[in-house]
């Protein structure tokens, strides 16, 4: 089997002309990420099925036809008329002063239940940080007393809702100046895996809703302040929000958070809140970076500082990686999670990266616990054994890193007995080689390219069939 390649200069998506990597390609099979759905038609090319995860659209060449560039241009006018709506959209959103207005406003008539209070203390925080970051709870589809504008991004119906899908609590984010210019909310139970949804109030049914965008067309970058400045001339870098709004004071100088840690996302804040804060403190600040504990093993969080450390290299800032060890997600904490400050040490960013050979090396793993939940395999792993005693969720395991890696990894998945590989494919939402075998004509083109792209289960006996 051949891998797929990510679309790059030089390498267009011939669905929708993409070249940053959203799609991609294998043999004569293309995953076109703007067009899950099949809305683009392109002759030369069939749209057969979306993705398992919905992501992708999947189309495979269809030779019989000549190719055609008419639905391609038509696709992109309609791209850019688009983006130029969005673009308006952002610009005439609430500016910082009546963001910050409106979102005190909403705070002031929220509650703090005990839940959210003993989840924030457990974290670490005192009442009067508590107080001072304006925490507040908010429960599913919150009712609001005070009708609000629903200009505010999380506001929805008539002014008289929140659009927040599960119990817990705001994170307000400030700006520089102490504006609180967005907010994403912590909830108790994760929804898809994110603990942490933005407000916004965009939704299926409202989908021109107030998003969490500035003006600008970036996304809130958080600038945390500690009680008592003893650092000055450094500011922290931590992925989030509530991260760097708990390490701000354990370390004593300013943090930026940010959503993914995607600085690279929000340069004109990044840049502007630097300018400030040299100005303010009168010595030129360096960067150090708070690296996520495991982060190192894993290649899209490594990218992301990557592009951080770029940017601030190019504003011309010196950058710094706090560093005490933290190779594994499960092993060792993030910074807020740390016992003491005292292990940290600052080196260069090319020391960091000279770690990362370290962290390759092989690791054998031993862990006491009941079930397999949030094992760290790392990203450069060849060969994974997993031996656990049955009825420790081993498939359970295995089908959620399968989800994880979804369309980034193939999977060929052995089982000893054939009655065996229908249930597991469904579990692990993978086809099997039995379906492949016993389909016909168009569903059986669509079943082998989602085996070209996903991988499929199947016996040891029909190993010597596949190709
Ligand atoms: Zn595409």
């Known amino acids: 089997m051949s891998k797929f390649t990510s679309t ?19 043999d004569s099979i293309t995953l076109c990420m703007n067009s899950p759905d099949g809305a683009i038609e392109i002759s030369g090319y069939k749209y057969l099925h979306a993705s398992k995860d919905g992501l992708w659209g999947v189309y495979a060449e269809d030779n019989g036809q ?6 391609k241009r038509v696709y992109k006018a309609q791209k850019v008329a ?8 952002h610009e005439t959103s609430l500016n910082v002063i009546e963001r910050d207005r409106e979102y005190r406003k909403l705070i002031d008539q929220l509650p703090l239940t005990d839940r959210a209070l003993s989840d924030l203390i457990r974290r670490g925080l005192n009442a009067e940080q508590i107080e001072r970051m304006l925490f507040a709870s908010v429960g599913q589809w919150h009712p609001l007393r005070h009708a609000m504008t629903t200009q505010l991004a999380g506001v929805i119906d008539k002014g008289n809702k929140l659009n ?12 520089i100046d102490n504006l609180i210019i967005g907010a994403q909310y912590r909830v108790f139970e994760p929804i898809d895996g994110n603990k942490y949804p933005w407000l916004t109030s965009r939704t299926k049914n409202n989908p021109d809703g107030a998003t969490p965008h ?21 500011v922290g870098i931590a992925e989030g929000y509530l991260k760097p709004s708990i390490a701000t004071d354990k370390l004593g100088h300013i943090f930026f958070g940010m959503s993914s840690g995607n600085f690279a996302g929000c340069p004109e804040q990044f840049e502007q809140a630097l300018k400030l804060i040299e100005v303010e403190q009168g010595i030129k600040p360096y960067l150090l970076l708070y690296i996520d504990a495991g982060a190192i093993q894993n290649h899209h969080v490594m990218d992301t500082y990557s592009r951080t450390y770029k940017l601030a290299v190019n504003l011309g800032y010196e950058v710094k990686v706090a560093w005490y060890g933290q190779f594994s997600k499960t092993k060792h904490q993030d910074i807020d999670e740390l016992a003491t400050i005292d292990d940290i040490q600052e080196i260069p960013w090319y020391q960091f990266l000279g770690l990362q050979h370290k962290a390759l090396k092989d690791e054998s793993v031993t862990i006491s616990q009941r079930y397999l939940t949030d094992l760290d395999i790392p990203e450069s792993a060849k060969l994974i054994c997993l031996r656990s005693p049955k009825g420790t969720n081993k498939t359970g395991y295995i089908a959620r890193y399968v989800d994880g890696q979804r369309g980034y990894k193939r999977f060929l998945v052995i089982c000893h007995r054939s009655q065996l590989t229908q249930q597991l494919g469904h579990r692990l939402g993978l086809r099997t080689h039995y379906e492949l075998e016993n389909a016909t004509g168009d569903i059986k083109a669509a079943i082998a390219s989602e085996i070209s792209l996903f991988g499929m289960v199947t016996t040891w006996d029909s190993l010597h069939k596949i190709n």
């Open 8 to 26: 790059k200069k030089g390498l267009i998506c011939p669905i929708c002309d993409d070249n940053t990597g959203k799609c991609r390609i294998v």
């Open 66 to 71: 000549t190719h055609s560039n008419d639905a």
């Open 82 to 89: 688009r983006d130029l709506i969005t673009t308006h959209k």
């Open 164 to 175: 927040v899908m599960a119990d817990g609590y705001l994170v307000p984010i400030p700006n």
């Open 214 to 234: 500035l003006p600008n067309g970036e996304l809130p970058m958080g600038v945390y302040r500690p009680k008592n400045l003893i650092k000055k001339g450094v």
